[in-house]
């Protein structure tokens, strides 16, 4: 079994802060390294406290009002549904992919070899416990199908990811519910980072990175929040996001190759997630799920989900991306990891 290190170090700031009359205030800053990327976050118990002044406050009477004054023109809505773009005949006979209420399409505008859009809902706006199980595994299947269709058709290697950008702090260009499907020749940065990295840790110690890290958070408890299927739920050491939460399978790093099981359990995960994150005042979010065609030779490689938070949308609302997040590739930590895990739990164990 690999000891995975969690390394952190601390700093201390001093200003004479003109809100208490200039008195000497020491501030501690913490940085964490994530044991396998190296990706730093910081955390300063103070920005934990204004946290409001960083995401805002739910607006859900301004979403509400925006649903209703966007829905007429959203290509993804019920009325409208028939007129986005259809696959080629040899790759999907009819088109689009349909499951339950979940419709698959092509992107307009692709972004990679196969970009596929799933309309999750017919409905133009979902709070986030709306998101059941039961949609977002129909949506999970559909992709699961066009995946089987491209592996059917091609032998080079494929690289794919599932995407969600909800609402516009999170990069939405329409409102209405949908996740995305993208598969390439080549891994994009992040995924070709995560997996050269576990390569490495697989070739320098013998055992699979993420079967590690399950063991060692299991073990300490501080971050691990529940198993659902083979699916296992924690809050990520150094985040690379507001409020992540990792959902890491246990063995499969292939999508394609996940059983209809291991869907459902990933959504059921995914459900509750969203369900955490609505109780903690937030609406808007990103997650992205990493895979790669099976190599045929261990690469220590296991499918696994990334969710954050973003911005609540209010009016005149600011981005909570800045040169931190784009320039230094680090992440300002709202909400310590082991108090988010500790406020995660409650909602799995339902």
Same mark, same amino acid.
């Given at each position: 079994?690999?000891?995975?290190?969690?390394?952190?170090?601390?700093?201390?700031?001093?200003?004479?802060?003109?809100?208490? $009359?200039?008195?000497?205030?020491?501030?501690?800053?913490?940085?964490?390294?994530?044991?396998?990327?190296?990706?730093?976050?910081?955390?300063?118990?103070?920005?934990?406290?204004?946290?409001?002044?960083?995401?805002?406050?739910? $607006? &859900?009477?301004?979403?509400?009002?925006?649903?209703?004054?966007?829905?007429? !023109?959203?290509?993804?809505?019920? $009325?409208?549904?028939?007129?986005?773009?259809?696959?080629?005949?040899?790759?999907?006979? =009819?088109?689009?992919?349909?499951?339950?209420?979940?419709?698959?399409?092509?992107? @307009?505008?692709?972004?990679?070899?196969? !970009?596929?859009?799933?309309?999750?809902?017919?409905? *133009?706006?979902?709070?986030? *416990?709306?998101?059941?199980?039961?949609?977002?595994?129909?949506?999970?299947?559909?992709?699961?199908?066009?995946?089987?269709?491209?592996?059917?058709?091609?032998?080079?290697?494929?690289?794919?990811?599932?995407?969600?950008?909800?609402?516009?702090?999170?990069?939405?260009? @329409?409102?209405?519910?949908?996740? =995305?499907? &993208?598969? %390439?020749?080549?891994?994009?940065?992040?995924?070709?980072? &995560?997996?050269?990295?576990?390569? $490495?840790?697989?070739?320098?110690?013998?055992?699979?990175?993420?079967?590690?890290?399950?063991?060692?958070?299991?073990?300490?408890?501080?971050?691990?929040?529940?198993?659902? +299927?083979?699916?296992?739920? &924690?809050?990520?050491?150094?985040?690379?996001?507001?409020?992540?939460?990792?959902?890491? *399978?246990? =063995?499969?790093?292939?999508?394609?190759?996940? %059983?209809?099981?291991?869907?459902?359990?990933?959504?059921? +995960?995914?459900?509750?997630?969203?369900?955490?994150?609505?109780?903690?005042?937030?609406?808007?979010?990103?997650?992205?799920?990493?895979?790669?065609?099976?190599?045929?030779?261990?690469? +220590?490689?296991?499918?696994?989900?990334? @969710?954050?938070?973003? =911005?609540?949308?209010?009016?005149?609302?600011?981005?909570?991306?800045?040169?931190?997040?784009?320039?230094?590739?680090?992440?300002?930590?709202?909400?310590?990891?082991?108090?988010?895990?500790?406020?995660?739990?409650?909602?799995?164990?339902?």
């Amino acid at each position: 079994m690999g000891d995975i290190v969690f390394k952190c170090f601390e700093d201390t700031f001093e200003i004479l802060n003109p809100l208490s $009359d200039f008195k000497r205030e020491v501030q501690r800053i913490e940085v964490r390294r994530d044991p396998l990327s190296g990706r730093t976050s910081v955390y300063n118990p103070l920005i934990e406290t204004r946290a409001k002044l960083f995401v805002g406050d739910a $607006d &859900l009477a301004l979403l509400r009002q925006l649903a209703e004054e966007s829905t007429a !023109h959203c290509f993804f809505c019920p $009325d409208n549904i028939a007129k986005v773009a259809r696959f080629p005949p040899e790759l999907v006979p =009819q088109g689009t992919i349909k499951k339950g209420d979940t419709v698959l399409f092509p992107n @307009l505008f692709a972004l990679g070899k196969y !970009h596929a859009v799933a309309a999750v809902s017919g409905r *133009h706006f979902l709070a986030l *416990h709306e998101f059941t199980p039961r949609l977002i595994a129909d949506a999970l299947r559909a992709m699961h199908e066009l995946v089987a269709s491209i592996y059917r058709q091609e032998a080079a290697p494929l690289y794919a990811t599932v995407n969600a950008n909800y609402l516009f702090p999170a990069g939405a260009s @329409l409102m209405h519910p949908h996740f =995305q499907l &993208l598969l %390439t020749s080549s891994p994009y940065t992040e995924q070709a980072n &995560l997996l050269r990295q576990c390569r $490495d840790y697989l070739a320098d110690r013998g055992n699979a990175y993420h079967q590690d890290l399950i063991r060692t958070e299991r073990a300490s408890g501080e971050r691990y929040i529940a198993r659902i +299927g083979a699916w296992h739920w &924690l809050t990520a050491y150094s985040p690379s996001g507001s409020n992540e939460i990792l959902g890491i *399978h246990e =063995q499969c790093g292939d999508f394609g190759q996940l %059983t209809d099981a291991d869907l459902a359990a990933l959504a059921e +995960g995914l459900s509750v997630t969203l369900r955490v994150y609505e109780s903690l005042g937030h609406l808007s979010f990103n997650f992205t799920l990493y895979s790669r065609s099976d190599p045929g030779v261990p690469d +220590g490689f296991s499918c696994l989900i990334r @969710l954050v938070t973003r =911005q609540n949308p209010y009016p005149n609302y600011r981005t909570d991306d800045f040169f931190l997040q784009k320039g230094l590739h680090t992440e300002v930590i709202l909400t310590l990891p082991e108090k988010l895990a500790a406020q995660a739990r409650p909602h799995f164990a339902k």
